[in-house]
């Protein structure tokens, strides 16, 4: 059974910074790509950032390019979300996502002054 589990949020002013964190199981990690996506409040589901197995290739939203980092650690079996120079739009669950689509219980992101 696929698990998936983020950490990582909390409440931090506009320009803060924060780490995700989302430690997968029952799945062979390192043989997947993985993805961030979030949702705000009353919005869908939108895609953040996707990296590939191996780490090598990562793509990103343009809403958070050059602010958000993805990475991965594949002996740990853990998928980071680095999210710098962030913004009230930021605010939103984020979840990590395997190629299933499987998500897990999310953690909370909240931007405000």
């Known amino acids: 059974e696929v698990r998936l589990v983020e950490s990582g949020g909390g409440l931090v002013q506009p320009g803060g910074s924060l780490r995700l964190s989302c430690v997968a199981s029952?799945?062979?990690?390192?043989?997947?790509?993985m993805s961030w996506v979030r949702q705000a409040p009353g919005k869908g589901l939108e895609w953040v950032s996707t990296i590939s197995d191996g780490g090598s290739n990562t793509h990103y939203a343009d809403s958070v390019k050059g602010r958000f980092t993805i990475s991965r650690d594949n002996a740990k079996k853990t998928l980071y979300l680095q999210l710098n120079n962030l913004k009230t739009e930021d605010t939103a669950m984020y979840y990590c996502?395997?190629?299933?689509?499987?998500r897990g219980q999310g953690t909370q992101v909240t931007i405000s002054s």
């Open positions: 029952g799945f062979t990690f390192n043989t997947n790509a």
């Open positions: 996502q395997s190629p299933d689509s499987t």
